[in-house]
């Protein structure tokens, strides 16, 4: 630090900044402060906006427009807002720089529904953009528009369409993710492939592209011209270019200006310091974006460059294969960012990635010279691309080998803040041992030690006891998890009516993020595909998913076409499937659940035939009733009423139906007399789900009333004849 007066300062402002957005928060963090228009605007308010565009980016089902300094008329009050999205179908040819009037409703980005799943809004507010606008009403009012910025984006999209053009749909929309950071064109079962075998990080601009593009002309320069200050001119300008036309993402920001050190460092004869450039970028990223300290992207990319720098020297003294010591260096070093973010480890990325690395300079020398050849208009750019189309073959082909090897992906779930602190405490000393420590017991006892540490870091799921039941929030639908005491998993139902990808992208992250990688058993209450379609969609996704061990349903007489085909489904894709019949009991450990109907022969499969469940542990009971009404509940009613002479007292309810007004009655509710009643549905929805008579009769009955139209995921935890109701943070 004596010599490096530059890396103090920086490490103190990174720590300054660092103390302002954790202890500080709203209070020093304009993002985190409710903008003029969460302040001024309600959601679903109509109104006008006029700004200027500065992003486009087109989806597969709209069109993107990024506005900033925007002047909007809300509800008679006139307000300014830096940045808003407005989503859009109109085809209207629109440039950088462009003024627009813009008439829509505003909506507001949302918060994570259950724990592991997306935050849109948290993603959105590290931009600084805190709400969006869905409109057709589009005018230009000033035709101005920035000719470098916009012909840069023309000049990507061009580039873009002809990599898809000459590759073919699925390879050209991957080397363009590649080339330009353009991901959103890429076939999605590609890009799940790459991130779940631990090679995703591919996909991203990295230092590796911007030292291609900055490095690379910089030393032709220098040698053409004889000049380190002409080189360095040459590699600055074109990587500027470059960067404006991919964007500022933080793995650019950080490559950026450390090419700017390197290149500062060569011009003026100094020594290139990388600690002090990597401690330089760290503070110009969260100067510009203070909550990038949240983003998993900010510590992947700065962590990667910080273990080149610490870990892997050490590792490359120590081991004589000097091939594994940059993957194994950088992997110990983000395991915990990788688990926190991620949830779980691809144990064979660091093997894969000695095949993938190397390639990849292949690739970004190819597409690069291969694309401005055949933009040029000469035959031989095509097969130059054709190489990298043979690399990501090959990609391909090893993705899809490694995935089947056993124990490819190891769900570990999110560690908390305490065993990632262990974690580092370890590692530390463990690089110290080896640095220092000079007899042959160090590598025992760094071994010895690492393990230890490894172990506390992923070791949470381990040491849970009791058991804890977990309604998931997905929309208009159903889906509880139970985990049990000796740490099986149920799910009791999935399906949404209005999530898309509801498996996907509500029940499989929360899976991950409580550790679970397999589902022991899952109940399916009957055929309606607000219950049974995220099962379906996660039992055709268990390679890269969740893995579905075992599939429970009702009796033969009580499935419906739609229920027939889930089977089939499960029976084909390795899931064993069993039928549970009243009477019916799982046990794990002092847990059971018991089948409590559909016992009458002559009711028709449906709402009314739905499977009837009572868990049981440690006192605790819970009652899940799936959609049943009218039959199916006065059948239940009676076999409840027998059940009092047991004195069971029901501590939950799941209420049937979502709270609609045909199930839930007084008669049931007299038998029942729950503590607890929960009820699923989803926010305006277009049944009026929960029905207001029937939260009447709820409260009336004294029970205490959840929803996930209020309170997202939530759920409650048992242990040793206590329980404790929680929120989805806890």
Same mark, same amino acid.
């Given at each position: 630090?004596?010599?490096?007066? *530059? &890396? %103090?300062?920086?490490?103190?402002? &990174?720590?300054?900044?660092?103390?302002?957005?954790?202890?500080?928060?709203?209070?020093?963090?304009?993002?985190?402060?409710?903008?003029?228009?969460?302040?001024?605007?309600?959601?679903?308010?109509?109104?006008?906006?006029?700004?200027?565009?500065?992003?486009?980016?087109?989806?597969?089902?709209?069109?993107?427009?990024?506005?900033?300094?925007?002047?909007?008329?809300?509800?008679?009050? /006139?307000?300014?807002?830096?940045?808003?999205?407005?989503?859009?179908?109109?085809?209207?040819?629109?440039?950088?720089?462009?003024?627009?009037?813009?008439?829509?409703?505003?909506?507001?980005?949302?918060?994570?529904?259950?724990?592991?799943?997306?935050?849109?809004?948290?993603?959105?507010? /590290?931009?600084?953009?805190?709400?969006?606008?869905?409109?057709?009403?589009?005018?230009?009012?000033?035709? /101005?528009?920035?000719?470098?910025?916009?012909?840069?984006?023309?000049?990507?999209?061009?580039?873009?369409?002809?990599?898809?053009?000459?590759?073919?749909?699925?390879?050209?929309?991957?080397?363009?993710?590649?080339?330009?950071?353009?991901?959103?064109?890429?076939?999605?079962?590609?890009?799940?492939?790459?991130?779940?075998?631990?090679?995703?990080?591919?996909?991203?601009?990295?230092?590796?592209?911007?030292?291609?593009?900055?490095?690379?002309?910089?030393?032709?320069?220098?040698?053409?011209?004889?000049?380190?200050?002409?080189?360095?001119?040459?590699?600055?300008?074109?990587?500027?270019?470059?960067?404006?036309?991919?964007?500022?993402?933080?793995?650019?920001?950080?490559?950026?200006?450390?090419?700017?050190?390197?290149?500062?460092?060569?011009?003026?004869?100094?020594?290139?310091?990388?600690?002090?450039?990597?401690?330089?970028?760290?503070?110009?990223?969260?100067?510009?974006?203070?909550?990038?300290?949240?983003?998993?992207?900010?510590?992947?990319?700065?962590?990667?460059?910080?273990?080149?720098?610490?870990?892997?020297?050490?590792?490359?003294?120590?081991?004589?294969?000097?091939?594994?010591?940059?993957?194994?260096?950088?992997?110990?070093?983000?395991?915990?960012?990788?688990?926190?973010?991620?949830?779980?480890?691809?144990?064979?990325?660091?093997?894969?990635?000695?095949?993938?690395?190397? *390639?990849?300079?292949?690739?970004?020398?190819?597409?690069?010279?291969?694309?401005?050849?055949?933009?040029?208009?000469?035959?031989?750019?095509?097969?130059?691309?054709?190489?990298?189309?043979?690399?990501?073959?090959?990609?391909?082909?090893?993705?899809?080998?490694?995935?089947?090897?056993?124990?490819?992906?190891?769900?570990?779930?999110?560690?908390?803040?305490?065993?990632?602190?262990?974690?580092?405490?370890? *590692?530390?000393?463990?690089? &110290?041992?080896?640095?220092?420590?000079?007899?042959?017991?160090?590598?025992?006892?760094?071994?010895? &030690?690492?393990?230890?540490?490894?172990?506390?870091?992923?070791?949470?799921?381990?040491?849970?006891?009791?058991?804890?039941?977990?309604?998931?929030?997905?929309?208009?639908?159903?889906?509880?998890?139970?985990?049990?005491?000796?740490?099986?998993?149920?799910?009791?139902?999935?399906?949404? %009516?209005?999530?898309?990808?509801?498996?996907?992208?509500?029940?499989?992250?929360?899976?991950?993020?409580?550790?679970?990688?397999?589902?022991?058993?899952?109940?399916?209450?009957?055929?309606?595909?607000?219950?049974?379609?995220?099962?379906?969609?996660?039992?055709?996704?268990?390679?890269?998913?969740?893995?579905?061990?075992?599939?429970?349903?009702?009796?033969?007489?009580?499935?419906?076409?739609?229920?027939?085909?889930?089977? %089939?489904?499960?029976?084909?894709?390795?899931?064993? !499937?069993?039928?549970?019949?009243?009477?019916?009991?799982?046990?794990?450990?002092?847990?059971?659940?018991?089948?409590?109907?559909?016992?009458?022969?002559?009711?028709?499969?449906?709402?009314?035939?739905?499977?009837?469940?009572?868990?049981?542990?440690?006192?605790?009971?819970?009652?899940?009733?799936?959609?049943?009404?009218?039959?199916?509940?006065?059948?239940?009613?009676?076999?409840?009423?027998?059940?009092?002479?047991?004195?069971?007292?029901?501590? !939950?309810?799941?209420?049937?139906?979502?709270?609609?007004?045909?199930?839930?009655?007084?008669?049931?509710?007299?038998?029942?007399?729950?503590?607890?009643?929960?009820?699923?549905?989803?926010?305006?929805?277009?049944?009026?789900?929960?029905?207001?008579?029937?939260?009447?009769?709820?409260?009336?009955?004294?029970?205490?009333?959840?929803?996930?139209?209020?309170?997202?995921?939530?759920?409650?935890?048992?242990?040793?004849?206590?329980?404790?109701?929680?929120?989805?943070?806890?």
């Amino acid at each position: 630090m004596k010599n490096r007066p *530059l &890396l %103090s300062v920086c490490l103190m402002v &990174l720590c300054i900044i660092a103390s302002m957005v954790v202890w500080g928060r709203e209070r020093f963090i304009k993002e985190l402060r409710p903008s003029p228009i969460e302040r001024y605007a309600a959601e679903g308010d109509n109104i006008t906006i006029c700004g200027k565009i500065y992003r486009q980016e087109q989806k597969e089902n709209c069109r993107m427009i990024y506005l900033k300094e925007n002047s909007i008329y809300s509800n008679s009050k /006139k307000f300014q807002e830096s940045k808003i999205i407005i989503y859009t179908n109109s085809s209207q040819k629109l440039h950088i720089g462009n003024q627009l009037k813009v008439c829509g409703k505003v909506s507001f980005y949302e918060e994570a529904r259950n724990p592991g799943n997306f935050d849109q809004k948290f993603y959105y507010q /590290k931009q600084g953009i805190h709400g969006k606008v869905r409109s057709d009403d589009i005018q230009i009012t000033d035709y /101005k528009r920035n000719k470098l910025k916009d012909r840069l984006e023309k000049f990507r999209m061009n580039w873009q369409k002809m990599l898809q053009r000459e590759m073919g749909e699925r390879d050209g929309s991957a080397l363009a993710a590649i080339l330009l950071g353009e991901k959103s064109g890429m076939d999605q079962e590609m890009k799940e492939l790459y991130q779940v075998n631990g090679i995703g990080h591919i996909l991203a601009i990295s230092g590796l592209h911007l030292s291609f593009a900055g490095l690379g002309v910089y030393r032709i320069a220098r040698r053409m011209t004889g000049s380190y200050k002409a080189g360095g001119i040459t590699g600055g300008i074109l990587l500027c270019l470059y960067v404006m036309m991919i964007g500022m993402t933080v793995s650019v920001i950080r490559a950026w200006v450390m090419f700017v050190f390197r290149i500062g460092a060569d011009i003026t004869g100094r020594h290139y310091d990388m600690p002090t450039a990597l401690a330089a970028s760290a503070v110009l990223t969260v100067g510009i974006h203070p909550l990038y300290l949240y983003d998993g992207g900010f510590w992947l990319s700065f962590g990667a460059v910080f273990a080149v720098c610490t870990v892997i020297p050490v590792l490359e003294n120590e081991m004589r294969c000097k091939s594994l010591c940059a993957g194994l260096g950088i992997n110990v070093l983000l395991w915990p960012v990788i688990l926190y973010n991620f949830f779980e480890i691809p144990v064979y990325s660091i093997l894969l990635n000695l095949i993938i690395l190397p *390639l990849m300079s292949v690739v970004l020398t190819c597409g690069m010279i291969g694309s401005f050849i055949k933009m040029a208009g000469w035959i031989p750019g095509k097969w130059i691309l054709w190489i990298c189309r043979c690399i990501l073959w090959v990609y391909d082909k090893c993705c899809v080998f490694t995935i089947k090897l056993p124990m490819a992906r190891w769900v570990a779930g999110r560690p908390d803040k305490r065993r990632i602190f262990i974690y580092y405490l370890v *590692l530390m000393t463990v690089i &110290l041992i080896l640095k220092f420590k000079r007899n042959g017991k160090k590598y025992i006892i760094s071994i010895t &030690l690492y393990t230890v540490g490894f172990l506390i870091l992923i070791s949470g799921p381990w040491v849970r006891t009791g058991a804890e039941v977990t309604m998931l929030d997905v929309g208009q639908g159903d889906c509880i998890c139970v985990e049990g005491p000796e740490h099986k998993t149920y799910l009791i139902d999935g399906g949404s %009516s209005d999530i898309k990808n509801v498996g996907k992208y509500r029940i499989e992250p929360f899976l991950k993020y409580r550790g679970i990688g397999s589902i022991d058993y899952v109940f399916v209450s009957h055929g309606d595909i607000d219950h049974m379609n995220g099962i379906e969609e996660m039992l055709k996704r268990q390679q890269v998913g969740i893995k579905i061990r075992n599939l429970v349903v009702t009796g033969e007489a009580y499935r419906d076409e739609k229920l027939e085909e889930l089977i %089939s489904v499960a029976e084909d894709n390795g899931t064993t !499937v069993w039928e549970m019949e009243n009477g019916t009991q799982i046990r794990e450990g002092k847990l059971r659940f018991t089948c409590l109907g559909p016992k009458e022969k002559n009711i028709n499969p449906g709402n009314e035939a739905s499977m009837i469940l009572h868990l049981e542990y440690e006192g605790f009971d819970m009652l899940f009733t799936g959609d049943v009404e009218k039959e199916g509940e006065e059948s239940l009613t009676d076999t409840l009423s027998y059940l009092q002479e047991k004195k069971i007292s029901w501590e !939950v309810l799941k209420t049937a139906h979502h709270g609609s007004k045909n199930s839930t009655t007084e008669a049931f509710l007299e038998n029942v007399k729950p503590r607890y009643a929960w009820i699923s549905a989803g926010r305006k929805n277009r049944y009026g789900h929960p029905h207001k008579d029937t939260l009447e009769r709820l409260e009336n009955s004294g029970a205490k009333i959840y929803s996930t139209q209020e309170n997202g995921a939530f759920g409650i935890t048992v242990n040793k004849k206590s329980m404790r109701i929680h929120g989805r943070n806890g």
